[in-house]
């Protein structure tokens, strides 16, 4: 691809010392110290909160974060100046794996089973247990290690990587693709995070007052800083210490030289799961199960909302140990609507299964009498449209034909992009659409101006006689601050308009979204332990801070 030599991808390396006392000291927790381990098996699962770690004085942060030199066209990386334009808000998937020779490589595959929840950035660190080393790019995870020597210096048993999408701010920052690899006083650290923090802005203006110096516009970066300041002791200790302060949502996996943590905020707002390959027992962690299934890693369980898990690689022994009380889990309900995979179990669901079940109940709420033919906008909305044809019983097909070779519009960085990608992805069938009435089921409505081009392709270029427009999710009404890039509240086009105005905005002949009480009523008596605040603007951690941003880009 052209576009891999252009990517950008970074390099770094630095020889740690081969012992470090304070890591090792995991090793001497008790559960009499507030910390649990547990050998190789994590089931049953114990009760983990229990006394806290004792809090001592922060220090001057001495973090930092550390550049290497672009391989690819010979130009430094360049740290991005912190900017209003470049927000963190991020849709991005993680991996960590500890206990296989071929960590990095592994790492690299998962990220392409990932690879839908983030297209702008990707980056794995790797250690041997004596030295880190990072490799990180612009483009897709293809693009970024499309070379056999990127990944040949990537040489250990245990790596993270993380996929990312940022707005378009930062979307030519090489400095912000993660993962982070910082040095501080106790060596270094590398972080990857999938979620957004929403007291971000206050804590870097602290961290900033009392001398800390920020290298990136990412709130990741925060949490680093927050690790460096404390004087904590272990690190786990500063893990939780560094988690008590930050709000929001976030699924991390950090490495040290010896050492994989997986931590997931209280609320589980993220992703996180746990799996053990097969056959060497090496354990990994994944945003999602596609990426444990493309590595031949069988599913575990989740990390728990609250959770910190340690993995020690010297011995593959986990420590498991409570961040803070626990709090109303609220997963994000939008993981089943659009952003994960079919094919991948999240929140303890199959996606399929939870879109095949909006598209059943939308059919039953808002039926189409008369209709010839169902059709999905592909692919998201493929097993709602086929939930919706099996339970009206109206023909299922594919009238529209997706290039799988153009991302999804929902992660194009501007709108001029948005508005080309629906004509390059999405090409009408002809032969099935002409002269037709057909419901189009797709999983939501944004903007509505993808909506707008889709209803304008079936009917100019398909030449259907009409085109009924049905939604497998509620009208979306606020913006998400909890790791999703939605816009602001007043571009959102059913925050604006009643359904009869969107409609007429997309130009459809008819138009019926999913109900509020059909979306929870697929997950039964666990639709209390979902976040639907996109929908009904119940925030479980208030944005205070993101609103007023997102007031002033209005």
């Known amino acids: 691809m052209a576009a891999a030599a252009a990517a950008a991808v970074s390099v770094s390396s630095r020889s740690l010392a081969t012992t470090n006392a304070e890591t090792h000291r995991h090793d001497r927790l008790t559960k009499s110290s507030h910390f649990y381990r547990i050998k190789t098996q994590l089931k049953p ?11 001592t004085a922060h220090g001057l942060s001495s973090l930092r974060l550390i550049p290497s030199a672009v391989s690819s066209g010979g ?10 334009v470049d927000k ?4 991005c998937g993680v991996v960590g794996i500890i206990g296989d020779p071929d960590a990095a490589k592994l790492c690299s595959l998962a990220l392409h089973a990932l690879q839908h929840r983030g297209q702008e950035g990707a980056g794995i660190v790797c250690s041997d247990g004596t030295t880190i080393r990072s490799a990180t790019g612009l483009g897709l995870v293809s693009e970024v290690f499309h070379d056999p020597r990127t990944l040949a210096p990537l040489k250990g048993d245990s790596a993270i990587g993380h996929v990312r999408y940022s707005t378009a701010g930062a979307a030519s920052a090489l400095a912000n693709v993660q993962p982070f690899l910082a040095g501080y006083r106790f060596g270094k650290l590398a972080v990857a995070h999938n979620g ?5 802005r206050r804590l870097r203006f602290d961290l900033e007052s009392r001398g800390s110096i920020f290298n990136t516009s990412s709130d990741t970066e925060v949490i680093l800083h927050l690790i460096a300041t404390s004087s904590s002791r272990p690190l786990l200790s500063r893990v939780v210490e560094a988690c008590e302060s930050i709000e929001g949502a976030y699924s991390l996996v950090f490495l040290t030289e010896n050492k994989l943590f997986a931590v997931r905020d209280p609320h589980g707002f993220r992703p996180l799961v746990m799996g053990r390959r097969r056959p060497n027992g090496a354990i990994v962690f994944a945003s999602e199960t596609c990426a444990l299934d493309l590595i031949n890693a069988e599913f575990e369980r989740e990390v728990n909302p609250g959770e910190v898990l340690v993995v020690d690689g010297q011995d593959m022994s986990i420590t498991s140990a409570c961040l803070m009380p626990e709090k109303p889990r609220k997963a994000c309900v939008f993981e089943h609507v659009y952003f994960a995979l079919p094919n991948s179990v999240v929140f303890g669901h199959p996606v399929h299964a939870s879109r095949y079940t909006f598209g059943a109940a939308l059919a039953r709420e808002s039926p189409v009498p008369g209709a010839d033919f169902v059709i999905p906008v592909p692919d998201s909305g493929f097993f709602a449209a086929l939930g919706f044809a099996e339970a009206s019983g109206i023909p299922f097909q594919q009238g529209l034909i997706r290039s799988h070779y153009v991302g999804r519009t929902f992660i194009e960085p501007d709108k001029e992009g948005r508005n080309l990608a629906v004509k390059l992805k999405l090409a009408p069938v002809r032969t099935i659409l002409e002269g037709k009435s057909v419901v ?3 999983d939501s409505i944004v903007r509505g101006t993808t909506s707008s081009k889709i209803v304008n392709l079936i009917k100019t270029a398909g030449g259907a006689r009409e085109v009924h427009m049905r939604i497998a999710s509620p009208p979306i009404v ?13 571009e959102l086009i059913s925050n604006r308009m009643n359904v009869e105005g969107v409609r007429q905005e997309i130009g459809c002949d008819s138009l019926a979204f999913l109900s509020l009480d059909s979306l929870r009523g697929a997950f039964a008596d666990e639709s209390h332990m979902f976040c639907d605040a996109c929908f009904t603007r119940n925030y479980p951690v208030p944005p205070t801070e993101q609103e007023a941003v997102k007031l002033t880009e209005v």
């Open 45 to 55: 699962y114990p009760s983990l909160c229990g006394r806290r770690p004792n809090r």
């Open 75 to 84: 130009n430094p990386s360049v740290p991005f100046a912190f900017d209003d």
């Open 88 to 91: 963190p808000r991020d849709e």
């Open 196 to 200: 957004n923090l929403v007291n971000y």
């Open 440 to 442: 189009v089921v797709d």
């Open 478 to 490: 606020g913006s998400c601050y909890y790791g999703v890039d939605t816009p602001s509240s007043e």
